[in-house]
């Protein structure tokens, strides 16, 4: 287990490495640079900050600066705002982007699970059907179109809800909501299909045959099993997550991270662009390997294989 | 003799898009105690269901038994609650599956998985099931059964995976056994082993055995009783000998015949032609006769009743209608059952030898 989580860890940081160059060069193929869409600045002061920023430099002069500071721990500083540090910006934002992607995995995951077993058990039932066609739903209808129509009935029509910003647990109830559709929809769809796939093997009739009453069968052999393969698409769900918190944050005016990142691109700050890149890749990078190593512990045949030294 | 175990009139349906299925259709039979009863078929004939019936495993819906009773001791098994059913399934009557990489739980420790019904059934706390966990895997000749008990199926041969279903089955001593096709899914040296532990099993814990299967080699190798079936009914039983030496019914024939052996050529191996038909809409008359080179008129318009043979032999075929012209069994089955001496089984398990 160790030297499998020790090859893990260093193709983490190659990938780590590819992407922060992609993410580089990509950035300078952004239209405009960062100061020249600021009114107030006349051209002598542009060349100015464009010097102090060495953004004259050659792309692979840039590049081999920026990827020098990255080994440093160096994300640099802001171009937009009198040169702050990128980390401090990520610490300040972070706060309601963990808190809101947090909330809407757990819910959207609990939830998913229990009407993905519900719609399995009561198979070809209106539940089933029920479920299936809130899951519909959720997967086809993206988070923003929820989103906006939460607005308008909860928050203006019936003033139910606040409307936008972030000020207390009331102000999170949408925005995860929107967030956790697509988590919800996800796991109940494959949570279904897994149970009904699991429900039919041979080992169920087995323990029936044992005599174990229907709920012993259903805890104990069905739901252990059929959970396995929704640990798999745990990882790309949290990813989709965090991408879907970037929109939702601001639609609903949350001062969160993704809040923060799409303003950067639309006003060039590189060095936020390239620290929040960054800090989401490590992310995905760390839940992708998480999940591996759960996947191992919840499955025996997978821990032994990869355990084996 | 104790009868343990009576079936009579058993019809189970499955109501499909299609319309109903009749799987079984007014299936007789006994158990005694102690005893081995095969019953034996073809693919689709109702084997299956019908032990599963009398575990009360159908899925419902689509399936259903329609009517008919399943006595077990003074209880009528088709009758009783999923409840009452519960207590009787692992800890009276067990069940073997046919393909031992599926029938266990792959996620849990094979110990646990014997555990289960000693909890549940024999109010044993923990360490008393694995005790006895530990004890039937070593019954089940098991080596290194303290170590193994803590292991998962996956690191288990096919063999011995089959040998731990049988320790789940015969956890709690049934007295009822049913095996569905245990040998099927093993390749032949292993096959006859797990033979060999049934018979000495059965022998130590006098329990009676149902063994559904479709090869005859085995059923000549285990059984003391036979009943053959065909399209959900049962169409001609009787003892070990008497359904191998003097078989009367051609569905028989046609299995023996179809059944390889070492000594037989090339031509003395019979295909039975045809299909068989389809239960959705059950042909009128003996289901047999299509496929059937001896039918008679009467056999597309009446189904025949079971006709006495003997005390224990019993078929169902107008051939033995004291009407019915004189037929005799083809030659090539003839020289075969003349190639069965009684004290010379078709398989020998010891050596692991077999015909195939």
Known sequence: MGRYIGGRVVSMVITFLIIASLTFFLMKLLPGTPFNNQEKLSDAQIVQLNEKYGLNDPVAVQYFTYMTNLFKGDLGVSFQQDGRQVSTIIGERIGPSAYLGFQSLVV????????????????????????????????????????????????????LLPVAYWDGFAYTIMPT???????????????????????????????????????????????????????????????????????????????????KFVNSILTNDFPIIMGTTLFFSFLFILVILLVDILYGIVDPRIRLAGGKE | MERILDVNDLHVSFDTFAGEVKAVRGVNFHLNKGETLAIVGESGSGKSVTSKAVMRLIPDPPGRIKQGEIKFGDRDLSKLSEKEMQKIRGSEISMIFQDPMTSLNPTMTVGKQIMEGLIKHQNMNKSEAKERAIELLKLVGIPDAEGRVTQYPHQFSGGMRQRVVIAIALACNPRVLIADEPTTALDVTI???????????????????????????????????????????????????EIFYNPQHPYTW???????????????????????PDLLDPPKGDAFAPRNPYAMKIDTEMEPPLFKVSDTHYAATWLLHE??????????????????????????????????
């Open chain 1, 108 to 159: 959207g995951t609990i939830l998913g699970l229990v009407l993905g077993i519900v719609a399995a058990l009561r198979h070809n039932s209106i539940w089933d059907y029920g479920t299936m066609v809130v899951a519909v739903l959720g997967i086809s209808i993206p988070s923003f179109v929820i989103a906006g129509l939460m607005q308008y009935w909860f928050g203006v029509k019936w003033q």
């Open chain 1, 177 to 259: 909501i929107a967030i956790a559709s697509i988590v919800v929809a996800t796991i109940a769809r494959f949570m279904r299909t897994e149970m009904l796939e699991v429900l039919g093997q041979d080992y169920i009739v087995t323990a029936k045959a044992k005599g174990l009453s229907s709920t012993a069968v259903v805890i104990r052999h069905t739901i252990r099993n059929a959970s396995i393969p929704i640990i798999t698409i745990m990882g790309p769900l949290v990813v989709g997550l965090m991408t879907g918190t970037l929109v939702i944050e601001r639609i609903f005016v949350i001062p969160g991270l993704g809040e």
């Open chain 2, 191 to 241: 096959q006859a082993q797990i033979l060999e532990l049934l018979k000495d099993l059965q022998e130590k814990m006098g329990t009676s055995i149902i063994f559904i299967t479709h090869d005859l080699g085995v059923v000549a190798n285990i059984a003391d009783r036979v009943a053959v079936m065909y399209a959900g009914k049962i169409v001609e039983t009787g003892t070990v000998d």
């Open chain 2, 254 to 276: 046609g299995l023996l015949g179809s059944m390889p052996s070492l000594e037989a050529t090339e031509e003395d191996l019979i295909a039975i032609p045809g299909s068989p």
């Open chain 2, 323 to 356: 009407k019915a012209p004189k037929v005799e069994p083809p030659a090539a089955i003839k020289k075969r059952l003349r190639g069965m001496a009684p004290d010379e089984p078709i398989i020998a398990t010891k050596d692991g030898e077999r015909n195939v």
